[in-house]
């Protein structure tokens, strides 16, 4: 049975033998390629020469003319020929150097004959093949013209099963403010969303170091300022420059809102912790403050 098509590597317009051939039989350089077409999966075809015209489509040429255009090929030791119960045959050579074979898909009632020395010089990933799948039903050694043989199904070993524990991601380390540098006009004149491009620009240039951040400084402040003025979000430009400055971002962050998720949920256990430490007095100092603040909002009110 012949494959849907054939693998031609290029190496085949270096070869002395084809050349050879070629210079002295045209025919026998195009009946070569039309038997690597014709022949099956493992590279075998019936050698009768009318068999051959008819197989391979060389209708222009006679029989006398294809048989010594096999003597040729044979003659430079592309095809070897060999006989089965009086019927002749011809293999190519170097087949399997060149060909993917899919031994699963191939079988024996479906190719020539084997050669005599077909045991002894089959290639070696057949041997490969059969050492994997040998044990099951449909692949015995005798479908490839080979043999019986035992064939042990591979040992599984058990999995080893480890339990890793999952590297929690990475928390931006908090860094104390410089309120000597330059603040941002800005976040001086906050007015609330929503804010420009510029905006976002002027405030994460001011708060991150240049160096670092030059090549994904465009993509963040893209990111921020989508993120700022998103319908969802109810962070200001001031608390922005903040956060930026107190829990700058690290180089292996990629995402503007994982970013500021990691840093609300830390600052949020920073906040707690500074809570249970405080003394009584700063408490009831913070209590006073959040009473003033609320009376005043509320005489506002009024």
């Known amino acids: 049975m012949p494959k849907p098509w054939v693998m031609l590597h290029r190496c085949v317009n270096d070869s002395q033998n084809f050349n050879r051939l070629c210079a002295e039989s045209y025919l026998g350089g195009l009946l070569y390629f039309r038997i690597m077409a014709a022949a099956d999966e493992l ?43 009086g019927e002749v045959y011809l293999v ?12 699963e898909r191939i079988s024996q009632r479906n190719s020539c004959p084997p050669p005599p020395d077909w045991e002894e010089n089959h290639p070696a990933g057949l041997d490969d093949f059969l050492s994997r799948c040998g044990h099951q039903k449909q692949f015995p050694a005798s479908r490839y013209g080979l043999a019986d043989r035992e064939v042990k199904p591979p040992t599984v070993a058990e999995p080893v099963v480890q339990l890793v524990a999952k590297p929690s991601p990475p928390l931006s380390v908090p860094r104390k403010i410089d309120f000597t540098s330059e603040i941002p006009a800005c976040v001086q004149q906050d007015s609330g969303r929503p804010y420009e491009h510029s905006d976002i620009a002027q405030v994460f240039q001011a708060a991150m170091p240049r160096d670092a951040w030059e090549e994904k400084r465009s993509t963040w402040e893209r990111q921020l300022f989508k993120l700022i003025n998103s319908s969802t979000q109810t962070l200001t430009l001031t608390e ?48 006073l403050k959040r009473n003033k603040t609320a009376a005043e909002a509320l005489k506002e009110a009024r």
């Open 92 to 103: 190519l050579c170097n087949h399997f150097e060149y060909q993917d074979t899919a031994w």
């Open 43 to 85: 590279g075998r075809l019936c050698a009768d020469p009318r068999e051959v015209r008819r197989q391979t489509g060389t209708i222009d040429a006679q029989d006398e003319e294809v048989a010594e255009a096999l003597d040729l090929i044979e003659k430079h030791e592309l095809i070897a020929r060999y006989t089965v119960d």
């Open 240 to 287: 922005l420059y903040h956060l930026l400055l107190e829990y700058p971002p690290q180089p292996e962050d990629r995402y503007a809102d994982k970013w500021l998720g990691r840093v609300k949920a830390q600052k949020g256990i920073a906040d707690r912790k500074a809570a249970q430490n405080m003394t009584a007095e700063q408490k009831h100092l913070q209590s």
